[in-house]
Antibody, heavy 122, light 107 residues
């Protein structure tokens, strides 16, 4: 069974750095063709894609947040970690980690974590 | 960034009705669009990928169509478990973007 589980602080203060961990089960981040993304959803707003890391360590970031985001994979623990610096109240959102797989000529998200709510407040 | 405009945001229908949800892209995305269903408290579920391909295990009452800038998700006969939310996703180019979502309510 494929599962992704997010973990991290529920509350962070403005200017702090957020570190979120996605623990993978039922598949390996090193499997050819696999990618893991982070996506967030602020309250009442649409989903927003943040970053992806592929099995071969290729990475892509949302350009508007590029200077604040870092995505890494820990193959020994089968985890993907997202760090976001200089947190602000507008970063309050549910953060999801998601697996992507290749379907034909493109990758699509086929499994999602349950999400973790992060609130930014002093 | 490619904008996805999803409509309607909300619709009310009866069990057995045929409903259609639309997703319009701000530029040509070929057929690189997916549809997801999201129930409260659950992870989103992939229904359709590549605009019209049904994901394995998804009931055949769900179908997708379109290419370029206009796409539709159709549920041919609404079942009680279908009354929930749906959203579209474009994977044509980074940053990947999502539609604003549609909530389907029982009339």
């Amino acid at each position: 069974q494929i599962t992704l589980k997010e973990s991290g602080p529920a509350l962070v203060k403005p200017t702090q750095t957020l570190t979120l961990t996605c623990s993978l089960s039922g598949f390996s981040i090193t499997t050819d063709g696999v990618g893991v993304d982070w996506i967030r959803q602020p309250p009442g707003k649409a989903l927003e894609w943040l970053a992806v890391v592929y099995w071969d360590d290729d990475k892509y970031y949302r350009s508007s947040l590029r200077n604040r985001l870092t995505i890494t994979k820990d193959t020994s623990k089968n985890q993907v970690v997202l760090t976001m610096t200089n947190m602000d109240p507008i970063d309050t959102a549910i953060y999801y980690c998601v697996r992507r797989l290749r379907f034909g000529s493109r990758y699509y998200f086929d499994h999602w974590g349950q999400g973790t709510l992060v609130t930014v407040s002093s | 960034d490619i904008q996805l405009t999803q409509s309607p945001s909300f619709l009310s229908a009866f069990v057995g009705d045929r409903v259609t949800i639309t997703c319009r892209a701000s530029q040509d995305i070929s057929n690189y669009l997916a549809w997801y269903q999201q129930k409260p408290g659950q992870a989103p579920k992939l229904l359709i990928y590549a605009a019209s391909s049904l994901q394995s295990g998804v009931p055949s009452r769900f179908s997708g169509s379109g290419s370029g800038t206009e796409f539709t998700l159709t549920i041919s006969s609404l079942q009680p478990e279908d009354f929930t939310s749906y959203f579209c996703l474009q994977v044509n180019s980074y940053p990947l973007t999502f539609g604003g979502g549609t909530t389907v309510e029982i009339k």
